[in-house]
C-alpha cells in the first residue's frame, strides 16, 4: 500500500519561509513524477509545482522565484521550500505521486501565513 506522509506546514508571518516534505513508502516501482498541490477555502485545488524522475519542474506562475522544488529519488522524497510566504499562499497543500499510471495523494498539510 502506497503512502505520502507529508510534514513541515505550520504558522508563518508574511515573508517567512517554510520546508515542506513529503516521503512515499510502500512501493518498489519508479515514482514518475512528484508535486506539490494546493487548496484553499472555497477554492478548486491547483498545483503549485512539479518535478519528474529526472529532475525537470514546473512551477504555478505566483511562487515562481518563491518556491522551489526538489526530490531525493533514494528517499522517495519531494521537498517543497517556500520563501517570501505571502497571506494568498495560505492553503492546505498536498503532495501527489504518479507510480506507473496510479496517482496518489498525501493527507495535507495546513500552511497558514498572516499579514
Known amino acids: 500500500q502506497v503512502q505520502l506522509v507529508e510534514s513541515g506546514g505550520g504558522l508563518v508571518q508574511a515573508g517567512e519561509s517554510l520546508r515542506l516534505s513529503c516521503a512515499a513508502s510502500?512501493?518498489?516501482?519508479?515514482?514518475?513524477?512528484m508535486g506539490w498541490y494546493r487548496q484553499a477555502p472555497g477554492k478548486q485545488r491547483e498545483l503549485v509545482a512539479l518535478?519528474?524522475?529526472?529532475?525537470?519542474?514546473r512551477y504555478e506562475d505566483s511562487v515562481k522565484g518563491r518556491f522551489t522544488i526538489s526530490r531525493d529519488n533514494a528517499k522517495n522524497t519531494v521537498y517543497l521550500q517556500m520563501n517570501s510566504l505571502k497571506p494568498e499562499d495560505t492553503a492546505v497543500y498536498y503532495c501527489?505521486?504518479?507510480?506507473?499510471?496510479?496517482?496518489?495523494w498525501g493527507q495535507g498539510t495546513q500552511v497558514t501565513v498572516s499579514s
Open positions: 510502500g512501493t518498489d516501482l519508479p515514482i514518475i513524477s
Open positions: 518535478i519528474s524522475s529526472g529532475g525537470s519542474t
Open positions: 501527489r505521486a504518479v507510480i506507473l499510471v496510479a496517482v496518489y
